[in-house]
């Protein structure tokens, strides 16, 4: 066998719980988040780290799921136990083989997997197997949606799954490719603020934040995308500051009244340049940000 076939065969082969009847999502979930490293060149050959930007790529993935899954998931526990299928050995802070899923720092990936994954056929391949092997009918239509895949033909028919309908399953693929798309752009940072705060458990306290609201829009593309802070979130929904078409803040001043002792208020960030990613084809469309100053502003 080759080592495709044999990567292949290790994943139509995981070892996964099934205490709760289907089988645990966390190790498929986690494989794609870890494909998607691999298509962006940011599988190192020598350590993958359990980093909160994996964390949450695989939360974003566990939306997919969330509907029968109550409890939230630990990144941990398939990062730690996926050694036993082979992938990588788990490693302590130190480097030394990990005995416990808390004390795991990051991992050292079987070379051959590295060159199987970077390899875009068999990477391809991996996420075609991952997704109708493991998941239900309408949560491969989501999968495949998030990663712009054709969906199988079997998953037309929904049969009890969560969403109820595949329009339904496909939208909610959609809003999850756009959630990483806007937070890899942005690097997890608040484009208002600079606010970075992520976490193993919890992903980001950063938002993906529409410009033109999706209700209205129906719009998931990146450029309609803003990666915000929760207080920036909630109070750009608000109509409290929008974008000018040179991409600096306009705050409704007069509109609000504010008070932050330990920190810098809304108003201090008028008339300042958005903190916007290096490549300037992901910067939002001044269509999306005509529409938010029309529509959503309350000042002038």
Not at 18 to 23: S, T
Not at 123 to 146: G, H, K, V
Not at 194 to 220: K, P
């Amino acid at each position: 066998m080759s080592d495709a076939g044999l990567w292949l065969s290790n994943i139509a082969h995981l070892r996964l719980d099934r205490a709760r009847g289907d089988p645990a999502p966390h190790k498929p979930l986690l494989l794609l988040a870890v494909l998607d490293l691999a298509e962006q060149g940011a599988l190192d050959a020598d350590a993958l780290p359990l980093s909160p930007e994996l964390a949450f790529r695989f939360l974003t993935y566990w939306t997919v799921v969330a509907a029968r899954r109550s409890t939230r998931p630990d990144v941990r526990l398939p990062f730690h136990h996926l050694q036993s299928d082979g992938f990588w050995t788990s490693c302590d802070e130190a480097g030394n083989p990990s005995p416990d899923r808390k004390l795991t720092r990051f991992a050292r990936p079987a070379q051959d997997f590295i060159a199987f994954a970077r390899d875009p056929a068999y990477r391809d391949q991996a996420r075609r197997l991952l997704i109708t092997r493991f998941f239900r009918p309408s949560e491969r239509i989501a999968l495949c949606e998030m990663l712009r895949l054709v969906i199988p033909t079997a998953s037309t028919a929904e049969q009890g799954a969560a969403y109820a309908s595949p329009k339904e399953a496909k939208q909610a693929g959609r809003e999850a490719r756009f959630r990483l798309a806007v937070m890899g752009a942005y690097g997890y940072a608040c484009t208002l603020t600079g606010c970075r705060l992520t976490t193993i458990t919890a992903g980001s306290v950063v938002d993906a934040a529409h410009i033109h609201e999706f209700s209205d829009s129906r719009n998931n593309d990146i450029r309609n995308g803003l990666a915000l802070c929760k207080n920036a979130h909630w109070s750009f929904d608000n109509g409290l500051w929008t974008v000018s078409d040179d991409y600096r803040i306009v705050v409704a001043i007069g509109k609000f009244s504010e008070d932050n002792p330990d920190g810098r208020r809304l108003t201090d960030y008028h008339g300042q340049m958005l903190r916007l990613p290096a490549d300037r084809d992901v910067w939002p469309s001044p269509l999306h940000l005509a529409w938010h100053r029309k529509k959503t502003f309350l000042g002038s």
